[in-house]
């Protein structure tokens, strides 16, 4: 009987090791990939490539202000003293606290938390909107100081601050120049940040709509997790932005 059995059933041993080795494919997984975790780490290798690339990006355009700075430096300090800090600062509380909510939607993400994922995208949105609002009205003050650098730019109030309620040291003409390489780098530099966050913004609206569609309930958390990377890279690009134009070399009563 016991041989029966075994005759009966001879690939019974090969069937089930066959199914242990078997993968569930999930609508997300791709075929090139034998399991989803190797997707996955793929994925993440995928960008923390792309954030080098960032990385050796912004890092050239802060050697090139440092540079500027060293040369020029009466320049620079007194351009620096036309920023403000409290629009600066409240950009800088604004960014950290996106970043706390994207955290907490990678957390929803990986517990299948559908409600909160959508909840917490939706305020690292706002909060990312009202970054770029507070930066529209810094850059709407700079035109109508004429401090866009180009044809227009007005150095004015660089050579005869007194006459402009500005309590700074006048500068040499040919210095008061320089101060368009400080707007300039300004406008290079934070503008490409604000592209970097509009960028994030449409994804975000993206990832909102894909999250309320239930994608990531499943344990398919990837582009989440790979986007909050992305969003804390801004982050951590604009602390080192905002100390850098906004703060070193600033006199008492700016």
């Not at 090791?17 to 399991?35: C, D, G, K």
């Amino acid at each position: 009987m016991d041989n029966a059995i075994v005759a009966t059933h001879p690939h019974t041993h090969e069937t089930a090791v066959a199914a242990e080795h078997e993968h569930v494919v999930l609508p997300q997984h791709r075929h090139h990939f034998e399991t989803k975790e190797q997707q996955r780490e793929a994925a993440t290798f995928g960008m923390w490539l792309f954030l080098l690339t960032e990385i050796m990006f912004f890092g050239g355009l802060f050697f090139a202000y440092l540079l500027y700075r060293n040369w020029y430096h009466d320049a620079f300090v007194v351009s620096s003293n036309q920023l403000s800090i409290p629009l600066g600062a409240a950009n800088t509380a604004i960014l950290i606290t996106s970043g706390f909510f994207m955290a907490l939607g990678v957390w929803a993400a990986e517990v299948q938390k559908k409600g909160l994922l959508v909840l917490f995208l939706v305020l690292t949105t706002f909060f990312g909107v009202a970054f770029l609002g507070i930066k529209a009205v810094e850059y709407h003050e700079k035109w109508e100081k004429h401090h866009i650098p180009g044809a227009h730019f007005d150095v004015s109030q660089f050579i005869n601050p007194q006459a402009y309620g500005l309590k700074e040291k006048p500068l040499a003409p040919d210095m008061a120049q320089k101060t368009q390489v400080f707007f300039f780098l300004y406008f290079a530099m934070t503008g490409m940040h604000a592209f970097h966050m509009i960028l994030g913004i449409g994804l975000l609206f993206w990832l909102t709509w894909r999250a309320n569609r239930g994608e990531f309930s499943s344990g398919y958390v990837a582009p989440i997790e790979n986007f909050g990377l992305y969003w804390h890279f801004v982050d951590i690009v604009w602390l080192f932005l905002f100390p850098l134009l906004y703060l070193i070399n600033r006199h008492p009563g700016y």
